[in-house]
């Protein structure tokens, strides 16, 4: 069932723009009278010209929009200077409605070029259908293209213009939520390390759950690739770390480490190297993003530990990466659990907090309830310690000056930061990076 429907005018020349009430018409009673639904939402998508007035262009195609009662409330004209804004600005309309099924009418030339703005603008979770903007009669000066074949595509310099229009174009837009803020640990040495967590203010995202510098992307979610890319590059100039010299693991879940330099696993939680000026990074909704940091080898290690990572031993693994590949001794190497869902909100099921409670029985709260309360953060520590890490050398919720505290529940902090556990679905991410100074 189509939920919106896009009619894609943004390339008809100005002076066509305003003759064409009876192609708007015709094409919207079309609409109206096919759809499955009594109204779609509709958004008319139109070029605006550099220092034109916004509203004069709109109010030549009322006309045609006033004889289209039951649309009325629900049809939109959106006008701006590029494609790329104008399909951004539509995209967040139908985001504000929860809306995901989309046909998009418009001239046949542009349908190849609509795909590739799509692409990018969009991700799995919308479907979209296109179909031909038919001529009326009384629209005889507009030529239409002859179809192109399917297997025809734009070719490499036209993407390249539509993904440099779009980087643009992110660029420009304002922050949300504030500035963009870094917590960073007291225990790693700043002259030498470069690194910290981030919050999820500073970006650009909009979607309430994902608002605002939500840092990965996925087919599940509504914030495509191209806006995570500029909160990343947002972060980047505000740490002072190169964003095409960045590296995130390839979540799994497990135990599974990369080693920088060497072949790069399918999948992996850690991630560890000794090259300098490279930015490694381990995401974290609840899971613990953890950085490891080891000041006399000059090496450092990122790692994702969720329940199941936690019980694998990811963290122990990611110091063994390091212990095994470049000498360090597991007594000179630095921990910081950076914010995660808290042993005051996180609840697992039964046979699950089983296995934290043969760790430690402290890492359970209502053991015998159906779903106790789980403590991961204090279960990494053990572990850790167990591995040999100096209980010293571990920085995590246990530490006594709460201004050196940036184990943050992420749970109970929607204003700082990301939760998978609080909001569902589509949730935002933060991030823990580190680097070795050059």
């Known amino acids: 069932m189509v939920e919106a429907v896009l009619l894609d005018l943004f390339s008809l020349p100005a002076n066509l723009q305003s003759n064409i009430q009876g192609l708007l018409r015709n094409t919207l009673e079309t609409i109206e009278k096919c759809s499955s639904i ?10 605006q010209k550099q220092g034109s007035e916004k509203n004069s262009k709109q109010e030549s195609l009322l006309p045609a929009l006033r004889e289209v009662q039951s649309l009325k409330k629900r049809l939109e004209v959106v006008r701006a200077l590029t494609t790329a804004a104008a399909l951004y600005t539509i995209k967040q309309r139908l985001d504000e409605k929860d809306l995901s099924i989309i046909k998009v009418i418009l001239p046949t030339l542009r349908k190849d070029l609509m795909k590739v703005y799509i692409d990018h603008l969009f991700t799995a979770v919308y479907q979209f259908e296109f179909e031909d903007l038919q001529v009326a009669s009384d629209c005889e000066n507009l030529q239409i293209a002859e179809p192109r074949s399917e297997e025809q595509t734009l070719p ?16 420009s837009l304002p922050s949300l939520k504030g500035e963009l803020t870094i917590l960073r640990s007291s225990l790693i040495p700043d002259d030498i390390f470069l690194h910290g967590f981030t919050t999820r203010t500073g970006g650009i995202s909009y979607i309430p759950t994902l608002s605002s510098c939500n840092l990965f992307s996925s087919s599940k979610r509504r914030d495509p690739q191209v806006v995570v890319k500029e909160n990343l590059r947002r972060l980047a100039n505000a740490a002072g770390f190169n964003p095409e010299a960045f590296h995130r693991v390839k979540i799994d879940h497990a135990n599974a480490v990369c080693i920088m330099g060497k072949t790069e696993p399918d999948s992996y939680d850690g991630i560890v190297t000794n090259q300098k000026g490279v930015t490694i990074a381990a995401p974290g909704a609840d899971c613990i993003p953890v950085l490891f940091a ?3 080898r000059k090496a450092c290690g990122a790692a994702h530990s969720g329940w199941k990572g936690t019980l694998l031993g990811v963290s122990m693994a990611t110091v063994n990466a390091m212990v095994s590949e470049y000498g360090c001794n597991v007594k000179d190497i630095l921990v910081v659990l950076g914010p995660s869902v808290g042993p005051c909100c996180y609840k697992l099921p039964h046979e699950s907090a089983k296995e934290f409670h043969r ?6 709260r209502l053991f015998d309830s159906a779903s106790p309360y789980i403590d991961i953060r204090r279960a990494t520590r053990i572990l850790l310690e167990s591995g040999g890490i100096l209980p010293e050398n571990i920085q995590d919720d246990s530490v006594t000056d709460q201004n050196q505290n940036i184990t943050f529940c992420t749970a109970c902090h929607p204003d700082k930061f990301y939760s998978h556990f609080r909001d569902g679905t589509n949730f935002g991410t933060q991030i823990g990076f580190i680097s070795i100074k050059d």
């Open 38 to 47: 009594p109204a779609p939402f509709v958004y008319v998508m139109c070029c």
């Open 156 to 171: 490499t310099q036209d993407v390249a213009l539509i993904r440099s229009e779009i980087q643009l174009y992110l660029e």
């Open 294 to 296: 080891d000041p006399v």
């Open 359 to 364: 760790i430690d029985p402290k890492c359970v």
